[in-house]
């Protein structure tokens, strides 16, 4: 199996959070990878792994078959896929470019259509699943595009995630992906009140978290970022400035099609919040952070 898929050569851009244990996987998997990040030195642990190396995004699509870009937000992908060295200028028919960046729809259209006029096949494939499943190959794919392309992708997706799902048109996985963190920002918000008031009201927040978990509310979530919330602790597994990104995208694309989305909206509040008080690197956890400063400020 190593040696079919080290057959397929494979670029990966953005060696962030996410795409450091994802491309880190496809090498210890056998895989032939070459990466490249904006900031260099990131990719010198990969380069340590045994993964090639190259200055641009255009130098490694016309290197390699298949190349994966996980980039922060909308503006970065756009410009790695389009911009100055960007990926369109080194891909060509034949090749394909899967974007696993959480971007909105708009923007991920965009991308396929730069990326298709080369001749090549283009994949958006954002994920659900945060930096621990990413190091444990645990990922849940939410792809769309050229089916070609994700049948080509499918064994390299399934060395990173635990499963996949294609969801027909381009602009669909973005928008699943948008809803599914919409919702996630929500209930995080919605927790870190839970939080606050059962200190508020004598109650132990540790108790909170372990009724909450045997519960039918239950979700990871919960008994991982918990514990942590009530030290004041945030290790960044998912920056919060991500987290609030993604609550606009969604209420972008809500408002797109005239959706009411109230809870997001306040919740949205609270991100924003959380950023001008510093905490944009944070984990999205510190969100519980906006809420303290309200209590301090009305006492
Ligand atoms: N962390 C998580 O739990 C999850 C994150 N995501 C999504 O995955 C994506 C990446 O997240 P994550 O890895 O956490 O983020 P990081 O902030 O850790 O990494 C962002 C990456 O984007 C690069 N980048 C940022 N701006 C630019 C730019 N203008 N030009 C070129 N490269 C740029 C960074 O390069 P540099 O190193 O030079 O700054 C880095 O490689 C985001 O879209 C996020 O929403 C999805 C699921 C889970
Ligand atoms: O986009 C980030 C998602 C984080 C998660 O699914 O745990």
Redesign the pocket.
């Known amino acids: 199996m190593a040696d079919e898929l080290g057959t397929v050569s494979i670029g990966f851009?953005?060696?962030?959070?996410?795409?450091?244990p994802m491309a880190q996987n496809l090498i210890k998997a056998g895989c032939d990878v070459t990466v490249w990040?904006?900031?260099?030195s990131?990719c010198d642990p990969l380069v340590g792994l045994g993964a090639k190396y190259k200055s641009s995004p255009e130098e490694v699509t016309a290197t390699c078959d298949l190349t994966f870009a996980?980039?922060?937000?909308p503006?970065?992908?756009i410009?790695?896929a389009c911009?100055k060295n960007g990926a369109i200028f080194g891909i060509s028919s034949g090749k394909g470019y899967v974007d696993?960046?959480?971007?909105d729809v708009a923007s991920s259209i965009l991308i396929s259509k730069q990326i298709k006029d080369t001749g090549a096949l283009f994949l958006e494939a954002?994920?659900?699943?945060?930096?621990k499943?990413?190091e444990d190959g645990q990922?849940i794919f939410l792809t769309a595009g050229d089916k070609p392309l994700y049948e080509k992708a499918a064994p390299f997706l399934d060395i990173m995630g635990k499963s996949k799902f294609y969801l027909g048109e381009v602009g669909n996985g973005a928008a699943m992906?948008l809803v599914v963190?919409m919702i996630m920002g929500s209930m995080m918000a919605s927790f870190a009140e839970g939080i606050l008031l059962s200190q508020k009201v004598g109650l132990d927040p540790n108790v909170l978290v372990e009724v909450v978990s045997q519960g039918a509310i239950n979700a990871p979530m919960y008994s991982l970022k918990g514990p942590s919330m009530i030290k004041s602790v945030y290790p960044?597994?998912?920056?919060l400035?991500?987290?609030q990104?993604?609550m606009r995208l969604a209420l972008g694309l809500a408002e797109s099609v005239s959706q009411s989305t109230p809870i997001a909206a306040a919740a949205n509040e609270l991100y924003k919040v959380a950023k001008s008080y510093g905490l944009s690197?944070e984990d999205?956890s510190a969100v519980i952070e906006a809420l303290k400063a309200a209590k301090s400020r009305e006492a």
């Not at 996980?70 to 937000?73: K, T």
């Not at 696993?100 to 971007?103: E, K, R």
């Not at 960044?236 to 920056?239: D, Q, S, V």
């Open positions: 851009l953005g060696m962030g959070i996410m795409g450091s990040n904006r900031t260099k990131k996980m980039l922060a937000d503006e970065s992908a410009d790695v911009g696993v960046s959480t971007v954002p994920v659900s699943g945060s930096k499943p990413a990922l992906k963190n960044t597994a998912f920056p400035k991500h987290q990104k993604d690197d999205f």
